[in-house]
């Protein structure tokens, strides 16, 4: 983002990023409990911010890890039983209809992740060269994903890999099928400084009420 401040606690029209993003999740589920997963020295820097927004939405601060994995099996460890889903801080733009059909799909089958749709042509590199892939069969991922608390703490007591990407990942290496559901398009993850402007847009036309 070439920022100062973590992307996360950039302004989307006079808000953090990250107060959007926990809204949008107790709009879709209310009844849900929310735990924010940070790095200890983003504390402070959050807890002024929730003071100077008057942001009062009830949550839970658990202290990161040293990689994306780690930090989800912190704020594993804080729960107990029911479903459980891991949602990008800097995804603000998630649809109630998203969140929905994710804790729906994942009450069936204990293991479910939004997707959308690959517009574009894809290509598959190799140390040969690269070959063209039929993008009928291939779906950008995007979050919340959602799963069974049991599968869920089996599953991250693994070893830590670099493959583990996101979450459905470590529970496919364990065994567990993953449930695809329809994602939303505005949901996307917040990287550099235009996908904050289109964020902005989306936000401004009311754009992510799928």
């Known amino acids: 983002m070439n920022a100062a401040l973590p992307k996360q606690?950039?302004?989307l029209h006079n808000k953090p990023v990250l107060m959007h993003t926990l809204e949008a999740l107790h709009k879709a589920e209310s009844k849900a409990s929310l735990t924010l997963v940070l790095p200890e020295d983003h504390f402070n820097t959050w807890d002024t911010l929730c003071e100077n927004h008057s942001f009062s939405l009830p949550?839970?601060?658990?202290?990161g890890g040293?990689?994306?994995f780690h930090s989800v099996k912190n704020g594993l460890a804080t729960l107990h039983s029911g479903l459980v889903a891991v949602h990008d801080g800097?995804?603000?733009?998630?649809?109630?209809?998203t969140v929905q059909r994710v804790f729906a799909a994942a009450e069936i089958s204990g293991a479910a992740v939004p997707v959308i749709d690959v517009n574009e042509s894809v290509r598959s590199l190799s140390e040969s060269g690269s070959k063209a892939l039929n993008r009928a069969e291939i779906k950008?991922?995007?979050?919340?994903?959602?799963f069974r608390y049991d599968l869920m703490y089996k599953a991250f007591e693994q070893e830590y890999s670099a493959r583990f990407t996101d979450c459905?990942?470590?529970l496919e290496?364990?065994?567990?099928?993953?449930?695809?559901?329809?994602?939303?398009?505005?949901?996307?993850?917040?990287t550099r400084p235009q996908d904050l402007a289109l964020?902005?847009?989306y936000t401004e036309h009311n754009m992510n009420s799928l």
Do not use: Y
């Open 173 to 190: 290496a364990h065994g567990a099928g993953i449930t695809l559901v329809e994602g939303n398009e505005e949901n996307i993850k917040l």
């Open 66 to 68: 040293e990689t994306r």
């Open 199 to 201: 964020a902005a847009w």
């Open 59 to 63: 949550h839970k601060k658990v202290v």
């Open 9 to 11: 606690f950039l302004l």
């Open 90 to 97: 800097v995804r603000p733009l998630v649809s109630a209809a």
């Open 168 to 170: 459905a990942s470590v």
């Open 140 to 146: 950008l991922v995007q979050t919340p994903q959602c």
